[in-house]
């Protein structure tokens, strides 16, 4: 059984050795911006939501904000854009 994040995190579908998701796991934690990270390696559910979004691909990393969109592969600067309209 595992943990549901907080209904206010951001959370980041990865793998361990995706270099695109260390950066921007890495940029985000720079930025004190809080976030939960979901392995798809280790989780096959993880992995189905993350091919429903990205028409039948593991494509990572896939950033799922609070409010149920995604974005895939984003910019930090797009995940800060999609953030700030959130809370506005």
Same mark, same amino acid.
């Given at each position: ?22 950066? %921007? ?8 911006? !809080?976030?939960?990270?979901?392995? #798809?390696?280790? +989780?096959?559910?993880? *992995? ?15 950033? %799922? ?8 592969? !984003?910019?930090?600067?797009?995940? #800060?854009?999609? +953030?700030?309209?959130? *809370?506005?």
């Amino acid at each position: 059984m595992t943990t549901a994040p907080p209904a206010d995190a951001l959370i980041i579908y990865g793998t361990s050795w995706c270099g695109p998701c260390r950066t %921007l796991k890495r940029l985000l934690a720079e930025r004190d911006i !809080p976030f939960t990270e979901i392995d #798809i390696e280790q +989780l096959p559910d993880a *992995a189905e939501f993350v091919m429903t979004i990205n028409g039948g691909n593991q494509t990572v990393p896939t950033v %799922l904000f609070p409010d149920g969109s995604t974005l895939t592969n !984003p910019r930090l600067s797009d995940v #800060i854009t999609r +953030l700030d309209l959130i *809370a506005s």
